[in-house]
């Protein structure tokens, strides 16, 4: 017996999976190059589906491992079982502040529309850590889903 094949979601499928937030894991592009992997790390996730924007937040300060987060190159995928069948959501492109003056007012909007999950991974109160907002415009967002097996 072969294995299932992976489909694509659509549009629709992907932003039910996507819901309005959730955890998955965010790599980020190593500041050395390509000889250093990228710097992973699991994080919450909010998702606009009206706009197909994340929205992040994220640990910072002289705690996180983090390299410089504004601007960087960003892989985030999340996965789960739906119906004992994989599904997962890959997106990629470039994380922006959401201070930064041209992306403020859009990202306020957005916010309002996402509910991120605080996860507490720290150690200690997440009262007592230093958080900052970020988005994720993705240049690139796929979704795929275990096919249904043949009976």
């Known amino acids: 017996m072969s294995a299932p094949e992976a489909v694509t979601m659509d549009d629709a499928e992907r932003d039910e ?3 309005t937030g ?3 894991v965010m790599s980020l592009a190593s500041e050395n190059g390509a000889d250093e992997p990228p710097h992973s790390v699991p994080v ?3 998702y606009d589906g009206r706009e197909e924007t994340f929205y992040f ?3 910072v300060g002289a705690d996180s491992e983090k390299p410089p987060l504004t601007d960087r190159p960003v892989t985030f995928v999340t996965h789960d079982t739906v119906d004992d069948r994989w599904h997962s959501v890959v997106a990629s492109g470039r994380l922006e502040s959401t201070s930064d003056s041209d992306v403020a007012t859009e990202s306020l909007a957005g916010l309002d529309r996402v509910g991120i999950p605080l996860v507490d991974i720290f150690g200690r109160s997440t009262a007592d ?6 988005r994720l415009d993705p240049d690139s ?3 795929r889903k275990e096919s249904t097996p043949e009976v």
């Open 17 to 19: 999976f996507l819901g």
């Open 22 to 24: 959730g955890v998955g």
């Open 44 to 46: 919450s996730y909010g």
């Open 57 to 59: 937040r994220l640990a």
């Open 129 to 134: 850590v230093q958080f900052e907002f970020y």
């Open 141 to 143: 967002l796929t979704g």
